[in-house]
C-alpha cells in the first residue's frame, strides 16, 4: 500500500525567507503527487500535483514542487515566503490504479516569523 | 458557485448519541469521501462513493455509517460505536475521472465534540 511520510512536523521560518517542505512517498509505480494547503478551522485548497511529464511543478500562490523518482520525494518550495502563507501543508499520493483515493500525510504546520 | 458545504461547521453530542453530518456538493462530481482529521495524523480516509447507491469503507470506517441515495449528497452518520468520534470532519468530491482530469475539492469541515 502507497503511504506519503512529511519528516518536518513543525517548520518557522522568517517573512521573505526560502521555504521547502518535504514529502516522502512509498508507492511501486510513479504515483500520482499532490499539495494541498488548509488554514485553521478550513477545508484543504490544492496548491499543486504532479501525475506525468516535467518534473517541476508550478502552482498557485508562488509555490512550486519537484518530483524525483530516484528519492521517492515530491517536496515543496517557494523563494519568499509572505505572513499569509502561515498554515498546514500536507502532501498526498493517489494510486493509478483502482479508486481514486487519497493518502495524505501526516501534515506540516508552518509559522512565519515578522 | 459551485462548491461543497458542509454543515454545520461546529458541533456537540452527548455521548452515546448518534449523529449525522451533512455534506452536499453542486459540482455534479460522481465521486464523494469523508476524512477524518485528528491533530499530528493527517487525514484518514472514512468511506468512499464512487457512484449513487454505492460506497466502500475507507481506511477507519468502524463506528461509521453512509448512504449516498443522490449524487449531491452523502451523509455521514456518527454512531455511538465510534469510541473517539470527537474530531474534524471533512467531505471532498471529485469527478471520479482517473488523473490528470480530476482532482479533490473540500468542504470547510465539521468540528465534531462529543462530551
Known amino acids: 500500500a502507497q503511504s506519503v511520510t512529511q519528516p518536518d512536523i513543525h517548520i518557522t521560518v522568517s517573512e521573505g525567507a526560502s521555504l521547502e517542505l518535504r514529502c516522502n512517498y512509498s508507492y511501486g509505480a510513479t504515483p500520482y503527487l499532490f499539495w494541498y494547503v488548509q488554514s485553521p478551522g478550513q477545508g484543504l485548497q490544492l496548491l499543486l500535483k504532479y501525475f506525468s511529464g516535467d518534473t517541476l511543478v508550478q502552482g498557485i500562490k508562488g509555490f512550486e514542487a519537484e518530483f524525483k523518482r530516484s528519492q521517492s520525494s515530491f517536496n515543496l518550495r517557494k523563494p519568499s515566503v509572505h505572513w499569509s502563507d502561515a498554515a498546514e501543508y500536507f502532501c498526498?499520493?493517489?494510486?493509478?490504479?483502482?479508486?481514486?483515493?487519497?493518502?495524505f500525510g501526516q501534515g506540516t504546520r508552518l509559522t512565519i516569523n515578522p | 458557485d459551485g462548491g461543497i458545504t458542509q454543515s454545520p461547521k461546529y458541533l456537540f453530542r452527548k455521548e452515546g448519541q448518534n449523529v449525522t453530518l451533512s455534506c452536499e456538493q453542486n459540482?455534479?462530481?460522481?465521486?464523494m469521501y469523508w476524512y477524518r482529521q485528528d491533530p499530528g495524523q493527517g487525514l484518514r480516509l472514512i468511506y468512499y462513493?464512487?457512484?449513487?447507491?454505492?460506497?466502500q469503507k475507507g481506511d477507519i470506517a468502524e463506528g461509521y455509517s453512509v448512504s449516498r441515495e443522490k449524487k449531491e449528497s452523502f451523509p455521514l452518520t456518527v454512531t455511538s460505536a465510534q469510541k473517539n468520534p470527537t474530531a474534524f470532519y471533512l467531505c471532498?468530491?471529485?469527478?471520479?475521472?482517473?488523473?490528470?482530469?480530476?482532482?479533490?475539492?473540500f468542504g470547510q469541515g465539521t468540528r465534531l465534540t462529543v462530551v
Open positions: 459540482l455534479n462530481h460522481d465521486a
Open positions: 462513493s464512487q457512484i449513487v447507491n454505492d460506497f
Open positions: 498526498a499520493v493517489d494510486a493509478i490504479q483502482g479508486a481514486q483515493k487519497l493518502v
Open positions: 471532498a468530491s471529485s469527478t471520479g475521472a482517473r488523473p490528470p482530469n480530476t482532482e479533490a475539492f
